[in-house]
């Protein structure tokens, strides 16, 4: 019987191995190796007396098994002539099969994996270049942005490989596009999603029919989109070429663009479009919506007292066309008494949020037609409006359980009376935004538009809006915003779930008329605030715990004398859940100046 030499086996590997590796990977049987895992020979008829290396976790000697498993520095011994072909396999997602050795797949997987998005099912099989898993990559990778992206794939042909299908994979996409990016890189990176859902773009640079073309092309089942312009990035897209690249997305849900100021007019025409945001609107001379699945729609116009855009003709098209609508937020300075009875004559039934921001001619008589034609309102945003107390008073008549959130920012004529008596009447009031409404008119906060000047100038001869007082009690009340309340010298607040407070630039504001019952208080936004001011919102948050009896229980002395604490450790008695006594000493309230 011949022994064969191991030091000379470690080294080259019997010419017979070879012949039997290369049968076995044409045949691709689904058993184990028949080579022995530390010298390569044979195993039948073969006693290796080679002991395994500290290091052969990390680096096999064998060549097949670093194909498929780790594939470690060039100082290795040089691989035979068949195993580029396991190497491919094993960093190509591309020939995955179910000839992997040892693994027994489903039916059902088996179906599954002649597609490519799922062929992530068999990742954890394979080690890349790094010794990383496949699925430990992937999940790496899917997290960088995707100009790291693009760089990670020229690392290797593993890495690319994974790039490369995560790119076909992706479904969300965010974009930043600086000023220095053309078109064309845009145009490259949508083309490696042929399955994106989802885009949002981040445009520093200008926004032109050239990319909203591309954005067609390479995108046919486009769900979503937004766009955003920043810096003096202008989008240029016109009414005719925004209505054709809807009309062409039969899959389109989604639709937010910011910039808009080149639309001159459109016609929308879509069955799949349920939300449509359009911002920076100027001058329209026309705006159809055929559209009946729409359930949102965001129209902000541009604050240009000249613009002579009709809203009326326009609420009229909502009414006929968009039946299904829920909420519905316009913000003009054109916004009158004459669009809100347009729009309570449309008798939208499922309208749920209202917002008309900035209608300066919105008086208590429309709140009144608001309140009769939409009784179940749970969002009634009317900041900027002319109404007062009055039509508050109407508000909490008409929706006392219903609404949730009450924006009245920038009326001067409500007084804390009207606040108060709103948070009194309605129950399920879970926001509440009064910013700029108890103002002095005697200061000036430069905090405030150019725009509202008009509208505060007119309520300076109101002296009875100096020097106010609001107490308010209320058992879900969230978030509270009294931002720019100049005319506010005393608060009292008793809230249990507010844990956001806006005092920004309540400047006459006394800490001696101060009192915050809030303990669940997050955050208080004190900006622009008196230094005493914010010294009495952090004494009273720190303090607020501390009043709290203490949970520790109390005994009698022996003599019965003095009661005293004791730990828990030392009673009989069961002390309070860890997690509830923790959850109280970690809670915290920030005051925030700056």
């Known amino acids: 019987m011949q ?8 080294v080259s590997p019997a010419p017979h191995s070879t012949v039997a590796s290369s049968s076995d990977a044409k045949r691709g049987k689904k058993r184990g190796n028949y080579n022995c895992s530390r010298c390569g020979q044979p195993k039948k008829g073969h006693n290796c007396n080679i002991k395994t290396p500290t290091s052969a976790t990390i680096t096999p000697a064998d060549p097949s098994l670093t194909a498929v498993s780790v594939i470690s520095a060039p100082t290795l011994l040089p691989l035979p002539r068949q195993a580029p072909s ?22 059902a997987e088996r179906d599954e994996m002649d597609d490519e998005d799922s062929a992530m099912d068999l990742l954890d099989l394979d080690m890349d270049s790094c010794g990383l898993p496949a699925s430990l990559m992937w999940e790496i990778l899917r997290r960088l942005p995707p100009a790291e992206l693009l760089s990670a794939a020229k690392v290797c042909k593993g890495w690319r490989d994974t790039a490369r299908r995560l790119w076909k994979a992706a479904e969300e996409l965010k974009v930043r596009v600086p000023a220095s990016v053309h078109v064309g890189f845009v145009a490259s990176m949508l083309q490696k999603c042929p399955g994106i859902l989802r885009l949002s773009l981040r445009m520093e640079s200008d926004f032109d029919s050239t990319m909203l073309a591309c954005i067609a092309f390479s995108c046919p089942n486009l769900e979503h989109m937004e766009v955003s312009t920043f810096d003096n990035a202008l989008n240029r897209i016109n009414g005719d070429e925004l209505g054709r690249f809807v009309a062409d997305k039969k899959s389109l849900k989604s639709l937010k663009m910011e910039g808009c100021s080149n639309l001159g007019g459109f016609v929308l025409c879509s069955s799949s479009l349920c939300t449509l945001w359009l911002s920076d609107l100027y001058c329209l001379s026309k705006m159809v919506f055929n559209c009946p699945q729409l359930r949102e729609i965001s129209l902000e116009f541009s604050r240009q007292e000249n613009d002579g855009t009709d809203l009326t003709t326009m609420i009229d098209g ?8 829920q909420n519905v937020h316009i913000a003009s300075m054109q916004l009158s008494h004459a669009v809100v009875l347009a729009l309570s004559a449309a008798q939208l039934r499922n309208l749920r949020m209202l917002s008309l921001v900035l209608g300066s001619e919105i008086t208590d008589a429309s709140v009144a037609a608001i309140a009769s034609s939409y009784p179940n309102l749970e969002l009634l945003d009317l900041s900027g409006s002319g109404i007062s107390d009055s039509g508050i008073g109407m508000i909490c008549n008409a929706f006392p359980e219903t609404l949730s959130r009450l924006l009245i920012a920038l009326c001067p004529n409500v007084t804390s009376s009207g606040i108060q008596f709103a948070t009194a009447q309605l129950p399920l009031l879970e926001l509440m935004d009064c910013g700029m409404t108890i103002c002095d008119p ?3 906060d430069p905090s405030t538009d150019k725009n509202n000047c008009k509208s505060h100038k007119t309520s300076g001869s109101n002296l009875h809006l100096v020097n106010q007082k609001l107490i308010i009690k209320h058992g879900r009340l969230r978030k509270l915003s009294l931002w720019g309340c100049s005319g506010l010298d005393a608060l009292y607040l008793n809230c249990p779930q ?7 630039s309540c400047r006459n504001l006394h800490p001696e008329r101060l009192l915050l019952q809030c303990l669940a208080l997050e955050n208080v936004h004190a900006s622009g605030c008196q230094d005493t001011l914010i010294g009495a919102i952090q004494s009273q948050v720190c303090n607020a715990f501390t009043s709290m009896d203490n949970p520790s229980p109390s005994k009698h002395l022996p003599d019965g004398s003095k009661r005293v604490r004791v730990p828990h450790l030392l009673s009989g008695e069961f002390p309070e859940p860890e997690k509830k006594r923790r959850r109280i000493e970690m809670r915290h309230c920030n005051v925030l100046v700056d």
Do not use: E, M, V, Y
């Open 498 to 504: 507010l844990s956001d407070l806006n005092l920004n």
């Open 442 to 444: 005697n200061s000036q």
């Open 3 to 10: 022994h064969c030499n191991p030091n000379s086996a470690a």
């Open 86 to 107: 396991h190497l491919r396999r094993a960093l190509s997602f591309d020939d995955f099969d179910d000839r992997t050795g040892g693994i027994d797949i489903d039916p």
């Open 318 to 325: 909502l009414g006929r066309s968009c039946l299904r609508l």
